[in-house]
């Protein structure tokens, strides 16, 4: 081989290479952006009035009958299937 072909080999290769690992770095950025975005609207979501008064009113005796009722709700859910017909 010719040293100028070694030359253009040599430099494509680390070109091939750095914009691969450009383009590792930004999928790798945009994902933790959707991440965060993510926690952040849940965290604003948590911050909402009406969510403490929800949170608040499930630690009331009354939520806690309710919470009750739909686990039991769920569970026999759980045990059937097309629209309410047993197994």
Avoid at 22 to 49: I, L, P
């Amino acid at each position: 081989m010719q040293i100028k072909t070694k030359v253009f080999l040599g430099i494509s290769l680390m070109a091939l290479l750095a914009v691969g690992q450009v383009s590792f770095a930004a999928e790798t950025d945009k994902d933790q952006t959707t991440t965060t975005n993510g926690m952040t609207n849940m965290m604003k979501m948590m911050d909402n009035h009406g969510m403490t008064k929800m949170m608040d009113a499930m630690n009331s005796p009354e939520g806690q009958e309710m919470m009750k009722s739909c686990s039991k709700f769920m569970e026999s859910y759980n045990g059937t299937e097309n629209g309410g017909t047993t197994k």
